[in-house]
Nanobody, 116 residues
């Protein structure tokens, strides 16, 4: 089992920046994919960025060049640095991890609001 705890959401003006954090605990040695999803108001959850254990990173087209996923293995923490934020980035952001057996783990979600 893996437990994920997120922090760092909030209200930010267009063009501003935020950094989300996701602290992991438990059987983290079994994780093969880690990343971030978001769910805008009234819409389905969508992938924002993901990194495999081998280091391959994928970003949604809508965030390429603005968002950066990173991790600190010593702290068992994953980050999402978000720059040049836009109103359309408003969503609840979730960290996500999947282990080698295909089990998925989700954080509790953190709200990011960028007013128009």
């Amino acid at each position: 089992q893996v437990q994920l705890v997120e922090s760092g959401g909030g209200l930010v003006q267009p063009g501003g920046s935020l950094r989300l954090s996701c602290a992991a605990s438990g059987s983290i040695f079994s994780i093969t994919i880690m990343g971030w999803y978001r769910q805008p108001p009234g819409k389905q959850r969508e992938l924002v960025a993901a990194e495999t254990s081998g280091g391959t990173i994928n970003y949604a087209d809508s965030v390429k060049g603005r968002f950066t996923i990173a991790r600190d293995n010593a702290k068992n923490t994953m980050y999402l640095q978000m720059n040049s934020l836009k109103p359309e980035d408003t969503a609840v952001y979730y960290c996500h991890q999947r282990d080698r057996w295909g089990r998925e783990y989700w954080g509790q979600g953190t709200q990011v609001t960028v007013p128009s």
